[in-house]
Each structure stands twice: as structure tokens, then as C-alpha cells.
């Protein structure tokens, strides 16, 4: 038990500093409140008005999340890779290229589609 005094120590300081980082925010934040920063999801722009049945999101939103979890899953790949780098030789090298080589034609294929542009 006594190897997870630490870690139990440094949950309970994250979780006492989380506790006190919320009541001091509203003992000593601002009280100015508007509609639209009561509005559920306030970004500080006004809200357009939505079609019944929610609307459609535009393609290039869930194309901007599918290469943030492409390239989360890369770094998660990578590191393993990294850290046995010694162990793994010529077959690792090899393997990791060809696994970033066709990363890269993925984000270059999407780069020239325009959905890197956030217009």
C-alpha cells in the first residue's frame, strides 16, 4: 500500500485544487451575464437559428475530426516504435517509413482537396 501513497496524495492534491479552482472562479469571477452567455455552448458569437430537426453539420467538420484522430492514432503508433527503437533494427526502421509514407499520402491527398482550409 504504501507504493501508491504518492500517486493517492497527488490525486487528492489535483482534486482538492480542482475543488478550490471552481468556488474561487465564482466567488471572485465577474457577474455579467447577457443571453447569449446563458445560452447552452457560449462561444461569444450569437446564435444563428436553426432549421427544425437540427440542420446539418458542414462535411468539413467531421473531415477536420477524422485527421485529428488519424494523426492521435500515428503519435500512439510512434511512440511504442521510439522507445524500442534499438531493439526492432532494420525491420523497424523499415516498418515505421511505410507506415508514415502513407500517412503522409493521406494528409497530402487531403491537403490538395482543400480540407485544411477552414474557409
Same mark, same amino acid.
Given at each position: 500500500?504504501?507504493?501508491?501513497?504518492?500517486?493517492?496524495?497527488?490525486?487528492?492534491?489535483?482534486?482538492?485544487?480542482? &475543488?478550490f479552482?471552481?468556488?474561487?472562479?465564482?466567488?471572485?469571477? +465577474?457577474?455579467r451575464?447577457?443571453?447569449?452567455?446563458?445560452d447552452s455552448?457560449?462561444?461569444?458569437?450569437?446564435p444563428? +437559428?436553426? +432549421?427544425?430537426?437540427?440542420?446539418r453539420? +458542414?462535411?468539413k467538420?467531421?473531415?477536420?475530426a477524422?485527421?485529428?484522430i &488519424?494523426?492521435?492514432?500515428?503519435?500512439?503508433f510512434?511512440?511504442?516504435?521510439a522507445?524500442?527503437f534499438?531493439?526492432l533494427?532494420?525491420f523497424?526502421? &523499415?516498418?515505421?517509413?511505410?507506415f508514415?509514407?502513407?500517412?503522409?499520402?493521406a494528409?497530402?491527398? &487531403?491537403?490538395?482537396?482543400?480540407g485544411?482550409?477552414?474557409?
Amino acid at each position: 500500500m504504501e507504493l501508491y501513497t504518492p500517486v493517492l496524495a497527488l490525486a487528492v492534491l489535483a482534486a482538492a485544487f480542482a &475543488v478550490f479552482s471552481v468556488i474561487m472562479s465564482a466567488l471572485v469571477g +465577474p457577474k455579467r451575464y447577457n443571453r447569449a452567455r446563458l445560452d447552452s455552448y457560449e462561444c461569444g458569437i450569437e446564435p444563428t +437559428p436553426q +432549421p427544425l430537426g437540427g440542420g446539418r453539420f +458542414p462535411v468539413k467538420y467531421f473531415i477536420t475530426a477524422m485527421l485529428f484522430i &488519424v494523426f492521435d492514432i500515428e503519435i500512439i503508433f510512434l511512440y511504442p516504435w521510439a522507445v524500442h527503437f534499438d531493439e526492432l533494427l532494420l525491420f523497424g526502421l &523499415v516498418e515505421m517509413v511505410i507506415f508514415i509514407a502513407t500517412v503522409f499520402v493521406a494528409y497530402a491527398y &487531403v491537403w490538395r482537396r482543400g480540407g485544411l482550409d477552414w474557409n
